[in-house]
């Protein structure tokens, strides 16, 4: 459609819609106060703040109490967090009687949980590296090597050189003849 059909759009144009409620079947404050149950009341503040929550959990603190020798995953976290920063002073001992839990099982407990640990390790101060620079030990070696391959070329040239007058003998003796002897 690549043109507009000027008679439907002055028809639209002319089109005038008017929408009332009727005042009788609705009741804003009624209804309002229909959804409220008086035993769930809704939140009066919507706001939350990020003091109330709890590191490693993500989520708000309630005051709960707890049975003996149940235990919260909040306290769970401060028992363990306890325990790593001082393990001499917060034992298994001293940890059951303030968490009110069996010292045998939380002994277990420190043994075999840890809380995470971050490492963060140093950074190394490198020099500034140039690929396109030759370094001291690269130098070393190559005139290590080349005196290494000049040894051998002038070994090879002397044992060469020892084949040769061997040969040049052994053609001497062949044109005197069988009988004649080396000298």
């Known amino acids: 459609m ?24 609705v009741d804003y404050q009624e209804n309002k106060q229909r959804h409220q149950n008086p035993e769930k009341p809704l939140p009066v503040n919507r706001t939350s703040s990020f003091a109330e929550l709890h590191p490693g959990v993500g989520r708000a603190t309630k005051v709960t109490t ?15 967090t306890e325990h790593g920063k001082n393990p001499d002073v917060n034992d298994a001992e001293r940890l059951a009687n303030t968490y009110r839990l069996n010292p045998d099982t939380l002994s277990h407990v420190l043994k075999h949980y840890q ?15 140039d690929p396109l620079k030759a370094g001291q030990t690269w130098v070393e070696d190559t005139k290590d090597e080349l005196k290494g ?22 053609k001497k003796l062949q044109k005197l003849g069988p009988g004649a002897s080396k000298q």
């Open 2 to 25: 690549s043109s507009k059909d000027s008679a439907l759009h002055t028809r639209l144009r002319d089109v005038y819609v008017e929408s009332h409620d009727p005042p009788d079947l």
């Open 66 to 80: 707890t049975k003996r020798g149940k235990i919260t995953l909040e306290s769970a976290l401060d028992m363990l």
């Open 115 to 129: 809380l995470f640990k971050i490492h963060i390790p140093e950074v190394k101060e490198t020099p500034d590296f």
């Open 149 to 170: 391959a000049i040894s051998l070329m002038e070994e090879h040239k002397a044992h060469r050189k020892r084949l040769a007058q061997k040969d040049d003998e052994r």
